[in-house]
């Protein structure tokens, strides 16, 4: 069973770039979930994506967007970036049920670096 | 909305002593709470999840939390550490429907030889 991977591992981009982190999800799992962790502090909710729609958003402006493809993959999108970008971003996968809160299971992580 | 806090930023503890991190939560249901590792550079691992039944849970790693709803904490515990159990945790609630986890800001545990 292949776990979540994430790409690529690093990345560095200069303010204004555009960038996009990419997630391969855990087999069978069909939910994916972004998390931005800036340094010193913990992992925050961007966004969840179920079989390819959004299906909850956090506390981040619109030039964050995402995507999920039809075998459950996904992409985070960020515009116009700025300094305060620059964070670890976790993608985590999930099966959800019915009535209970299902297990994520967290990939390794995009670094990436605004200068 | 739910919310989590870990008081102590930062933990040093000696190899061999016993260690107990500290996780207070805000939810007005019934939680689903977890405990997370992180090391240098690393994404997350699970150390141990609660979701209901016995409020004691055993975790990887000889970790252990307690769940307790009149405190709204679910504090980890471990008798003895290890050098390799330096890293740091973060405390998190999850809830039905919403689907997310809410962090803590993480403690940083130091283990002194």
């Known amino acids: 069973e292949t776990g979540v991977t994430q790409s690529p591992t690093h990345l560095i981009k200069t303010r204004g770039q555009q960038v996009t982190l990419r997630c391969s999800s855990q087999?069978?799992?069909?939910?994916v979930s972004w998390y931005q962790q800036a340094l010193g502090q913990g992992p925050q909710f961007i966004f969840q994506y179920y079989r390819e729609e959004e299906n909850g958003r956090g506390n981040f402006p619109p030039r964050f967007s995402g995507l999920q493809f039809p075998n459950y993959s996904s992409e985070l999108n960020v515009n116009a970036l700025e300094l305060d970008d620059s964070a670890l971003y976790l993608c985590?996968?999930?099966?959800?049920?019915?009535?209970?809160?299902?297990?994520?299971?967290f990939g390794p992580g995009t670094r990436l670096t605004v200068l | 909305a739910q919310s989590v806090t870990q008081p102590d930023i930062h933990i040093t503890v000696s190899e061999g002593a016993s260690l107990e991190l500290r996780c207070n939560y805000s939810y007005g249901a019934t939680p689903y709470l977890f405990w997370y590792v992180q090391s240098p550079g690393q994404g997350l691992q699970l150390l141990l999840k609660y979701f209901s039944g016995d409020t004691l849970v055993q975790g990887i790693k000889g970790f252990e939390a307690e769940f307790k709803r009149s405190q709204s904490s679910f504090n980890l515990r471990k008798p003895s550490v290890h050098w390799s159990d330096a890293a740091e945790y973060f405390c998190a609630v999850g809830a039905t429907g919403a689907q997310k986890l809410v962090f803590g800001q993480g403690t940083r545990l130091t283990i002194n030889p």
């Open positions: 985590a996968s999930s099966s959800p049920g019915t009535g209970r809160y299902n297990e994520q299971f």
């Open positions: 087999s069978g799992h069909n939910t």
